[in-house]
C-alpha cells in the first residue's frame, strides 16, 4: 500500500492546516495550568479525554481495565491537541465524523470501532459529532458524513467520505498506519492488495485488469468481485456534477439514465439504502427489457458493497418482491 500523504488518491480533500486548531500557547504573564511536555502530557491528554466523556457512559470506549490501551476516544474542540494532535506524534489518530441523525454514519461507524479495538493500541479512533463540534468540522473541512480522516505525526492524511466495504475500510486503516511507521501484517492474498493499491491511486485500468486476473483464477472472491464492482461505479460517475444529476433524476422519476446516475451517486456518497430504495421503485414502474436494464444495475451496486451487507440483504428482499 502506497504512503496516502504523498499518493494521489481517489479520496483527496486537499491539503487542511492543522496549526490553525492547535490551542494558542499561555502569555508569559499567565502561568500553565500543567506542564506539556514528558509524562505530564500524557497525563494532560487522558485528562481532556476524560472530561469530554471518552471512556465514560456518554460516548467513546473504557479504557482497558489495568491500564490497558486506549482505542476508542470522543474528540472535541477542547480536547483536539492533546488528544489528537499531541498523540499523533507517536501513535496515529483515524477521525470518524459522524452525528445522531446520519444513518449512513451508523454502518460506517461499527466497521471502525471493530477495527480499532482489534488494532489493540497500534491506532486510535478519535470520534467527532459535528453537530457538538461545528468549528472542527469546518476547519477540516467537512462537507458530508460519515468522513474519515486522519492525523500522522501531526499532518493530516486524507480520507475518504462515505460508507465502504469493510475489506477498504480496513486497508485505508493499515495504510494509515504505514504512513505512521507502523508494521502492518502482510495481506494473505497479495494480488488483492495491488489491486486495491491501483483502485485507491485512481488507476481504474489497473485495477480492473489486476481484480479480473483474480476472479479469472478464483471466480468466486466475493472481494475481488466488489473491487471490480467499484471500478465500474467510477467510471459511470466520472464527471458528473452530484447535485445537478440529483435533480435532474429529481425532474424526470421515469428516466432510466438518470435515476442510475442518481443511485451511483448515493452509493458514492454514503447513502446506499436511498440508492437501493430508488431502483427498487423503478423496477415496480418498468417492464421487459427496462425493468432487466434497472434490476442489473442494482445488483451492480449490490456487488459494491458485498453479499454480507445488511442493507444489500434487505433490499434483495425488496427487489425480489417488486419482480415477483
Excluded at 122 to 136: E, F, Q, T, Y
Excluded at 225 to 237: H, I, K, M, N, P
Aim: hydrophobic residues 45%; charged residues 20%.
Amino acid at each position: 500500500m502506497s504512503d496516502p500523504r504523498t499518493t494521489p488518491s481517489i479520496f483527496t480533500r486537499g491539503a487542511v492546516d492543522l496549526s490553525a486548531l492547535r490551542t494558542p500557547a499561555p502569555s508569559s504573564a499567565a502561568a500553565p495550568s500543567r506542564p506539556q511536555t514528558g509524562a505530564a502530557q500524557t497525563g494532560a491528554a487522558q485528562a481532556d479525554a476524560a472530561s469530554t466523556g471518552a471512556g465514560g457512559p456518554n460516548g467513546g470506549a473504557p479504557a482497558f481495565p489495568g491500564g490497558g490501551p486506549e482505542t476508542i476516544i470522543d474528540v472535541t474542540e477542547a480536547n483536539f491537541q492533546s488528544a489528537v494532535l499531541e498523540r499523533s506524534l507517536s501513535t496515529p489518530v483515524i477521525l470518524d465524523f459522524w452525528a445522531d441523525w446520519c444513518e449512513p454514519c451508523k454502518q460506517l461507524s461499527p466497521v471502525l470501532e471493530r477495527l480499532a479495538q482489534a488494532g489493540g493500541g497500534s491506532w486510535v479512533l478519535g470520534k467527532v459529532d459535528v453537530d457538538a463540534n461545528p468549528r472542527l468540522a469546518q476547519a477540516l473541512r467537512v462537507q458530508g458524513i460519515p468522513m474519515v480522516v486522519a492525523v500522522v505525526g501531526g499532518q493530516l492524511v486524507e480520507g475518504f467520505t462515505g460508507v465502504l466495504p469493510e475489506h477498504q475500510v480496513k486497508q485505508y486503516v493499515d495504510a494509515v498506519l504505514k504512513a505512521g511507521g507502523v508494521t502492518v501484517e502482510a495481506p494473505a492474498d497479495p494480488r488483492l492488495d495491488a489491486a486495491d493499491d491501483a483502485l485507491m491511486v485512481g488507476d481504474l485500468d489497473a485495477a480492473e485488469a489486476a481484480y479480473k486476473k483474480i476472479l479469472a483464477e478464483s471466480p468466486t472472491d466475493a472481494v475481488a468481485e466488489s473491487g471490480l464492482a467499484q471500478v465500474d461505479l467510477y467510471r459511470r460517475v466520472g464527471g458528473a456534477d452530484p447535485n445537478a444529476a440529483l435533480a435532474v433524476a429529481e425532474a424526470n422519476p421515469d428516466d432510466l439514465d438518470a435515476q442510475r446516475l442518481a443511485a451511483d451517486i448515493e452509493v458514492l456518497s454514503g447513502q446506499a439504502d436511498r440508492a437501493y430504495d430508488r431502483l427498487v421503485r423503478l423496477v415496480k414502474r418498468t417492464a421487459g427489457d427496462e425493468r432487466d436494464v434497472v434490476r442489473k444495475h442494482l445488483l451492480s451496486l449490490f456487488s459494491v458493497a458485498g453479499p454480507d451487507d445488511p442493507a444489500v440483504a434487505t433490499a434483495r428482499r425488496q427487489l425480489a418482491s417488486a419482480l415477483f
